[in-house]
């Protein structure tokens, strides 16, 4: 970055980039010792606060210790069952963010005009009045040009209060491009729950009574979404069930499991059908949920054919069919040459897996399934699921949850105008649901938004520019694949504001920054997670500590302050929306600042779970202040076979092997384009054709890059104490980033096999620079039997260049400490669900030593 010495200590003074020195890579975290003025007298004795962490998506309720105005520790919250009043090692990560010396600590506005990567910014702080009133004045200018959908707002994470600011602010402001990062994070994991029995989301686990378990490319006792829940049953798991974990890496999972299937990235498809197979010809399909032959014999039979009428299916449909299309040649020795895992290994995990129905556990994640051509091999795995009758079923897997009765946020269909209603009208900047991105979240052509084609639809203005873009909690150029296009992209954006905690790569080419609370800390909101040990919940975040920075609620405070400066300019209705339809459920009372408006939005939206007079099934909470303070509301445990006899909520009501639900959804998608299901294959990049489109099938994985030039397959995974994309800057972080197999603390490693470490000529430590058709980065090389030969597997979390000085090794010069995998992955899609693909081995790879 061609920084002035001048410009730079500009910049370290208003923003604190480099308070504790550019260069320093072990600072001291002096935060908590410094002494307020209230710790001289008074000493308060400290008490135990509920919060919601949001490390992850597990959304876990916690308590947070505040002494003297600070919090130092943090805990499971006691009451909050799914996570059995237990948190994960990232929970107390959240006390060094919070601290960070790096965070931005007032709003600033970039005063270069020209933006890139080697572009300093030159942020200058500037008043909240003077931010809000300039994006208000372009907002103006869109509306007085009729161009209100070259408006966009970008999310990350998010809380429950998203519904104002992602939701209601860009459709009164006319915009249809509010772009979530759902299509980066795991959307195709839920394309194979929803076309076999129609839940888009989170699947929950019976661990407590099952008998086995494959874990496709999950890794959930260090990652993935119940960490708490499955680190606190997983002793009497392991006593009790067997534990497959079929991963191309020895993940913390596969190294305590029974069986680890290093499968060849991308192929895990090939298994998935072959135990299908095996399942139906050795007769260990579960006969109470699936049915039988009418003769009692089992006629599936390698390679023949079966007549549909000679079975009786119970809740599924279209197993024959299944069968026919797409099963009968699967056999273990078929999957063995393409997975490269062993023919005795699959059925050996087959055989075992039956033999345990109905309690028996298929668990599919984004490791498997954020895969080129993944969709159908998350289908396949639900199926399984289908195949041993565990599906809704106790001992297996839960696609639904319980009532948690919150209410809806007000209608705002009443504050759309003419000019915003022709905005909203406008095709979408994200491409989904075009010929080639179906994108199909529930059954709907481009029913997802494809975070990563926005970049795409930037630099090639297609379909159209964007001028104003408000992005809170994300960071995009840094966490999609391809991240030279998302700069490009960024740098070409008229105005663009980041609402953020810590100053990162995006805010690098932000007009305007503003400072947001850490929302485990420091704002009150409603979390409404993600189920686990069978409850569904709700998770309060308080405002544990006041912040000496000067930050505004992104989701709440900042659209009020908006929404009176647009007032003021002649355009009302965003915060006549606010003033008017929120309204106290206890007094009444309307909101008449961001703060009231804050916290009215919270009480009206969780209302039925503290209002001790609304009948509900699950805890019952005597009131608002009770709610805050107990920090979480529990449902009662799920309640099994809610969707068996004809709930399944698909087209036939059954659990679907063949699936008409995405047959009709197919067809609707090819209808809009005037093609073929063939033709959405084809451009979908699948290699099947007619029927197999509507069954889970086996697609061979697909790679970017020539084997000749980039012989090895780059393939990846999160860290332990990833707290998604934004914990590279802790000291705790680095310290104990050997926690995940393989890895050094204090360093980014790309793990390779000494097989192909010998052939290659690269010893331990080595410097190594990983080439892929979409960039390079260069790294230390690792040699590691946990990887396997043929695949290079490297953790993603670090690469930061603009995240802070113990994120980066020279923040001022933007040396990254080790490289972002995003810079090499290509920015390819799994289409049929939209998602941004970025396991299965999509990249080719060559590895040198510098
Ligand atoms: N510790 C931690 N936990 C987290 C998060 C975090 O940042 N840190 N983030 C949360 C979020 S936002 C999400 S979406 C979830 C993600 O949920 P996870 O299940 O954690 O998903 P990933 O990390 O994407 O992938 C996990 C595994 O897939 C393996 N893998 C890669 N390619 C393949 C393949 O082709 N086949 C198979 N079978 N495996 C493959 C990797 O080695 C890795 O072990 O995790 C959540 N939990
Ligand atoms: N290669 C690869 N890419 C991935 C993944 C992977 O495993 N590998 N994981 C993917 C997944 S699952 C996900 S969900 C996405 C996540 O990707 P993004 O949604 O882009 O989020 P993060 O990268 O976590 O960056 C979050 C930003 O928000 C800021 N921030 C932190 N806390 C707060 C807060 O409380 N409020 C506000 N307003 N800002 C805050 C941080 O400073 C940081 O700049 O990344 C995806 N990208
Ligand atoms: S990081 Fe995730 S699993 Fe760990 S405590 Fe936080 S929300 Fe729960
Ligand atoms: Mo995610």
């Not at 002494?35 to 135990?48: I, L, P, R, V």
């Not at 200058?124 to 372009?138: G, H, L, R």
């Not at 699947?203 to 890794?219: K, R």
């Not at 979408?428 to 994108?439: M, T």
Request: aromatic share 10%.
């Amino acid at each position: 970055m061609k920084l002035t010495r001048r410009s730079f200590l500009k910049v370290s003074a208003v923003t604190g980039l480099f308070a504790a020195g550019a260069t320093q890579t072990k600072p001291v975290l002096n935060a908590f010792s410094t002494k307020t003025s209230a710790s001289n007298e008074n000493k308060e004795q400290g008490e135990w606060i509920a919060s919601t962490c949001q490390g992850c998506t597990a959304w876990c309720a916690v308590q947070i210790y505040r002494i003297d105005g600070r919090a130092t520790k943090v805990r499971g919250n006691p009451n909050a069952k799914a996570n059995h009043g237990h948190s994960c090692v990232r929970s107390h990560l959240g006390l060094q963010q919070v601290y960070d010396p790096d965070r931005v600590k007032q709003p600033m506005k970039r005063t270069n005009p020209n933006k890139g990567r080697d572009e300093d910014p030159q942020f200058v702080p500037i008043s909240w009045e003077e931010a809000i009133d300039t994006i208000a004045d372009k907002i103006i200018e869109l509306r007085d040009n009729n161009e209100t959908h070259k408006f966009s707002l970008w999310r990350g994470r998010y809380t429950s209060l998203n519904e104002i600011l992602y939701g209601a602010m860009p459709k009164i402001i006319g915009s249809p491009n509010n772009i979530s990062h759902s299509s980066i994070c795991a959307e195709s994991e839920k394309f194979g729950r929803y076309y076999t029995e129609s839940y888009w989301g989170y699947a929950d686990y019976d661990h407590a009574n099952t008998f086995y378990e494959i874990f496709w490319g999950g890794d959930p006792i260090a990652t993935n979404r119940q960490v708490p829940h499955t680190a606190s049953i997983w002793g009497d798991l392991k006593d009790r069930a067997k534990l497959a974990c079929v991963d191309p890496r020895l993940s913390t999972t596969a190294a305590k499991s029974d069986e680890w299937l290093p499968v060849i990235p991308g192929e895990d498809g090939a298994l998935a059908v072959a135990i299908a197979h095996v399942l139906l010809t050795e007769e260990l399909w579960y006969k109470p949920f699936v049915g039988d032959f009418k003769d009692g014999v089992n006629k599936f039979k390698e390679g023949e054919t079966v007549n549909e009428d000679d079975f009786e299916e119970i809740q599924t449909h279209g197993l024959i069919k299944w069968w026919n299309v797409a099963l009968k040649d699967k056999t273990p020795a078929w999957a063995a040459e393409r997975s490269g895992i062993p023919e005795e290994q699959i059925y050996r995990v087959a055989r075992d897996f039956g033999r345990a129905a109905p309690k028996a556990i298929s668990f599919s994640s984004p490791g498997s399934s954020m895969v080129v051509r993944g969709g159908y091999t998350v289908m396949a795995q639900a199926a399984l699921n289908g195949l041993v009758g565990s599906a809704d079923n106790e001992g297996g897997v839960i696609c639904g949850a319980e009532d948690c009765p919150v209410n809806n946020f007000p209608e705002y269909d009443y504050y759309i105008d003419d000019i915003a209603e022709q905005g909203n009208s406008m095709e979408r900047i994200d491409h989904g649901g075009r010929l080639e991105l179906p994108g199909l979240k529930d059954s709907k052509s481009g029913g997802t938004k494809v975070t990563n084609s926005v970049a795409d639809a930037i630099n090639n203005s297609d379909p159209y520019d964007l001028k104003v873009v408000m992005s809170y909690w994300n960071n995009f150029n840094f966490s999609n694949q391809g991240t030279d296009r998302w700069d490009e992209a960024l740098a070409k954006i008229p105005f663009m504001v980041h609402m953020t905690v810590n100053s990162a790569e995006q805010t690098h080419f932000a007009d305007i920054v503003l400072p947001c609370p850490h929302s485990m800390f420091e704002r009150l909101s409603p979390v409404r997670g993600s189920n686990g040990n069978l409850y569904t919940h709700l998770h309060m975040q308080n405002k544990v500590i006041e912040s000496p920075f000067d930050i505004r609620v992104d989701e709440t405070e900042i659209p009020w302050m908006l929404g009176e400066a647009l007032e003021k300019r002649g355009f009302s209705n965003l915060i006549d929306y606010f003033r008017n339809e929120f309204a106290d459920p206890e007094t009444g009372k309307h909101p008449e600042n961001g703060e009231e408006f804050n916290e009215i939005a919270t009480k009206m939206y969780t209302q039925p779970l503290w209002d001790p007079s609304v009948a509900k099934e699950g805890d019952t909470i005597d009131g608002w202040e009770e709610l805050k303070r107990i920090g979480t509301w529990n449902s009662i445990p799920y309640r099994f076979r809610q969707k068996w006899d004809g709930n399944w909520g698909t087209e036939t009501g059954q659990f679907e092997f063949y699936s008409e639900t995405l047959k009709i959804a197919l067809q609707g998608h090819a209808d809009k384009h005037n093609a073929s299901i063939d033709d959405v294959m084809e451009a979908t990049l699948q290699t099947e054709r007619g029927e197999m489109a509507f069954v889970p099938h086996y697609e061979p994985a697909y790679r970017v890059g020539d084997e000749n030039e980039y012989p090895l397959i780059f393939t990846e995974h999160r860290s332990k104490l990833n707290r998604e994309g934004r914990s590279a800057n802790l000291s705790w972080y680095q310290e104990f980033k050997n926690v995940d197999p393989g890895d050094e603390a204090w360093d980014d490693v790309a793990k390779i096999n000494p097989i192909d470490a010998k052939k290659l000529g690269i010893k331990n430590g080595d410097d190594v620079k990983l080439t892929t058709p979409t960039g390079s980065i260069t790294v230390k090389a690792k040699l590691w039997e946990g990887t396997r030969p043929g695949v290079v597997t490297k953790c993603y979390g670090q690469g930061h260049w603009a995240y802070g000085h113990i994120a980066s090794l020279d923040r001022k010069k933007q040396i990254a400490r080790g490289g972002n995998n995003n810079t090499i992955l290509a920015p390819v899609h799994e289409a049929m669900s939209g998602s941004g693909a970025r396991h299965g081995g999509q990249t080719r790879v060559r590895v040198e030593k510098v």
